[in-house]
């Protein structure tokens, strides 16, 4: 099993020189684990399609190590990325620019236009550090998961979507839990393409302009599928009332039924059906555990999901995303 140690430097070492040569190498941020490929090298990043099953023509997110690994993909960040960036980076925020010709064809899908993200993880800056020095300007790495599957949040995730044979850098279970926000910067407002936990409003804060509405030519975004981070039960959204009603219709005697709630655990618990977990209050404490519960809920055996609604405010619209998805599969 190729099991790498994120705090160890060697471990570090050997990731950056797999990088550098070619290979595939999964690696941790603070969102979610990626599986990387050198992003200068359309070769490598065709492994990261073959490896995760992903239709061709997906583009892919290009991790760098600072403003000079963006500036190898994008010859000039627009002013409107480039306040996004002085705000959010490192940190759980994509920015999609004009693409530098010649580079990373592959890993944009083929698309005039690239996906850029400097992640916060300490494992992943060392990593990018690591391979820069070796030559390599960007990584692109989607989530590592096969296509359609819930992403990975522990080492131990990927290797069971992997297998051994894939090196894994681990850096433990990731702080913020849910993908990226990633926001087109091309044109003169921001666009939003895939929530995450940054705000509407922390956004249009440091650009400094409103978001603008998707326009329906808009760039092809897989997250954006209508189910996508499915897990294998089936998944419902449910209003506090309706899972309230429901549950006490059928008590908790329902093997099969799993329940991820804010509201209180019925008081009448008993034989051996019903799986509970309740809910935290904050959204950055639920995307932290999200798809973890949702891997123990199919580990489990769940058939059913039953997941009470968060609040729509705009700090939960992350993790609607991401339930509205799964419940869409
Ligand atoms: O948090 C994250 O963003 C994680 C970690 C590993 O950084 N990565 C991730 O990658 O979620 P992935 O491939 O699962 O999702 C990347 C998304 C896709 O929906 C893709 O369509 C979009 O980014 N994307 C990438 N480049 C793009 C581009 N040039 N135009 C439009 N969308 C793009
Ligand atoms: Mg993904």
Request: a neutral charge; glycine letters at 10%; one cysteine or more.
């Amino acid at each position: 099993m190729v099991l790498l140690h994120g705090d160890d430097p060697a471990d570090i070492d050997r990731a950056a020189q797999a990088l550098a040569e070619g290979r595939l190498v999964a690696f941790p941020t603070e969102t979610v684990y990626g599986l990387g490929a050198r992003a200068d090298d359309d070769a490598a990043v065709a492994g990261i399609y073959a490896a995760k099953g992903r239709p061709a023509g997906h583009p892919l997110i290009v991790h760098v190590a600072d403003l000079q690994g963006a500036q190898a993909f994008s010859p000039a960040l627009p002013p409107l990325a480039q306040r996004l960036v002085a705000a959010f980076w490192p940190g759980p925020l994509t920015v999609i620019v004009e693409r530098r010709p010649g580079i990373g064809a592959a890993s944009a899908g083929g698309q005039s236009s690239i996906g850029l993200r400097c992640p916060a993880h300490p494992v992943a800056l060392a990593l990018l550090r690591a391979a820069a020095a070796r030559g390599v300007p960007g990584v692109a790495a989607p989530s590592a998961n096969l296509f359609g599957q819930i992403s990975p949040t522990t080492a131990a995730h990927v290797q069971q979507a992997f297998g051994e044979a894939l090196p894994v850098l681990d850096g433990g279970a990731c702080e913020v839990g849910i993908e990226s926000s990633i926001v087109d910067c091309r044109g003169p407002r921001p666009v939003m393409l895939r929530p995450g936990l940054l705000t509407r409003a922390q956004i249009e804060t440091a650009a400094g302009e409103a978001l603008a509405e998707r326009a329906a030519d808009a760039p092809r975004v897989s997250g954006s599928l209508a189910s996508h981070y499915a897990p294998r039960a089936t998944l419902r959204l449910m209003k506090p009332a309706l899972l309230k009603s429901a549950l006490e219709v059928l008590g908790t005697d329902v093997p099969g039924v799993a329940v991820y709630s804010r509201s209180a655990r019925p008081a009448r618990t008993g034989g051996q059906g019903l799986c509970w977990r309740s809910m935290p209050a904050r959204p950055e404490q639920v995307a932290h555990e999200l798809f973890s519960v949702l891997r123990e809920f199919d580990a489990g055996g769940a058939r059913l999901i039953w997941v009470e609604e968060p609040p729509a405010t705009p700090e939960w619209e992350g993790v609607r995303d991401r339930l509205q998805r799964a419940a869409a599969a």
